[in-house]
């Protein structure tokens, strides 16, 4: 297999698929060595296999706005690789979302979900409906109506969503409502991230953010480095980001700056509890602003329009946004002003120059398919406990979470430790992820 082969034929036929050839090439290039080792996954062409989805759904989604317009968007569910489980993965609602974004979602899901050492097999789904400035009503009828089409596609053996960007635990909850009157079936394990009185796991909802601190241990502690007293900042201000905030406080750091679409906080004196709390108000609002938190707290954040987390100096990087939210300019400008370690939340959070720069210029540097596979661990968690009828405690949870995550690091350890004994977590984390999917569908035969 010649990556440079591979992805000239995929550019051929995906000409503009942006993030797919982005997260295909990242994968192929760190995989190719070992990949020429085993004759047996050429002759099956895995690879060639590997980068197409299993299938995609596409179909329109027609909802009416409260002002009684009709308003049309279009949804999608790509099933990509079911090799060592059922297709799962999340949801994404953002006026962006199309066919690239989703299948370097869903491809990336595959490996991410093959290193939480549970059986799932890697999808990803959406819209590109805007939640931005939607009315709790207009979400909710546009959450029915996407599962109007959605539910023939899913169930709990076949298919499972959960959250991303954008979906979160209201509209987990208006889609189980609507799957549920469709099927006529209480299914509870056909969606992840449910509420935890209807078959959700307790931590579900904190567990990326739990589960990326998780992992940051493990690489500071295998740097011989602490966390205690160092300055993180963290963009974004979603789901992950609460999560992450929640527990690099309780773990001794210091938050000193989140970020939204329209500028960054920076918070001298660190995050408090408080202000994460807010941190939910500000995205139950679909205001998508960060500059509501200086409002809310003007003495603790102050707001600078236009800029990102990392501008603030700190000691470690989470990106816990977007992809490719972290351009190399920002990696520079990190580095200068004394960052050390980044370790990537968000899905492809770092652009490739961005990644290159950390590795050759000092910087630790993780991948999300690595730091934050502890979210749809804990949705295989969740399957777990729907499919026994019970649900475990938070401490039952928290210590299969921790497992989880130091297990990821073990592994990309295992794969990624290079001749001078440093830790290539990019490698790592692919050869890992790569190496369990190709082994499953050599065994599974040519389908
Ligand atoms: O990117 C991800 O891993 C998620 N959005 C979570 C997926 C899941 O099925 O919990």
Redesign the pocket.
């Known amino acids: 297999m010649k990556t440079q082969d591979i992805m000239a034929r995929l550019q051929a036929k995906y000409p503009g698929e942006k993030e797919y050839l982005q997260a295909v090439q990242e994968v192929l290039e760190s995989v190719e060595e070992v990949y020429n080792q085993h004759p047996e996954f050429e002759k099956a062409k895995i690879v060639e296999r590997m980068v197409e989805p299993d299938r995609i759904f596409t179909f329109r989604v027609t909802w009416v706005d409260d002002q009684g317009e009709v308003q049309t968007n279009t949804g999608y569910r790509i099933q990509f690789n079911s090799a060592i489980g059922p297709y799962?993965?999340?949801l994404r609602f953002h006026r962006m979302v199309n066919p690239s974004m989703l299948k370097f979602l869903g491809f990336e899901?595959t490996f991410?979900n093959a290193l939480t050492t549970l059986p799932m097999g890697g999808a990803k789904g959406g819209s590109d409906f805007d939640p931005k400035g939607k009315t709790d009503a207009e979400i909710m009828r546009f959450c029915q109506a996407f599962m109007l089409e959605l539910w023939q596609c899913i169930g709990p053996d076949q298919d499972i969503p959960?959250?991303?960007v954008g979906v979160g635990g209201r509209e987990i909850g208006f889609l189980y409502g609507m799957y549920k009157k469709l099927a006529r079936e209480y299914n509870t394990g056909v969606l992840?991230?449910k509420g935890s009185t209807w078959g959700g796991s307790i931590l579900r909802p904190e567990a990326t953010g739990f589960g990326a601190l998780y992992f940051t241990q493990n690489l500071l502690h295998h740097a011989g480095k602490d966390i205690q007293g160092c300055k993180v900042a963290v963009s974004g201000f979603g789901n992950v980001a609460w999560g992450a905030c929640i527990k690099a406080l309780e773990l001794g750091a210091k938050v000193v700056a989140i970020s939204g679409p329209d500028g960054v906080c920076a918070i001298p004196d660190g995050i408090t509890k408080e202000m994460i709390d807010y941190m939910l108000v500000m995205r139950a609002s679909n205001r998508d602003r960060v500059e509501d938190m200086a409002t809310r707290f003007p003495d603790k954040a102050q707001f600078t329009a236009g800029k990102k987390a990392w501008s603030v100096p700190c000691d470690i990087a989470l990106p816990c946004a977007f992809q490719n939210e972290l351009s190399e300019d920002d990696a520079k400008e990190l580095k200068a002003n004394g960052c050390w370690c980044c370790c990537e939340v968000s899905?492809m959070g770092c652009q490739p120059g961005a990644i290159h720069y950390f590795q050759h210029n000092g910087v630790l540097f993780a991948p999300g398919k690595a730091v934050?596979a502890g979210?749809?661990a804990t949705?295989g968690l969740e399957m777990t406990q729907n499919a026994e009828h019970i649900s475990w405690s938070g401490k039952e949870v928290d210590e299969k979470l921790h497992f989880i995550m130091k297990s990821i690091h073990e592994q990309c350890v295992k794969f990624g430790t290079q001749p001078d004994g440093s830790v290539d977590y990019v490698k790592g984390a692919n050869i890992a992820g790569f190496m369990k999917v190709a082994q499953a569908m050599l065994e599974q035969g040519t389908i």
């Open positions: 799962k993965g999340g899901q991410k959960a959250g991303d992840t991230g899905n934050n979210g749809v949705s």
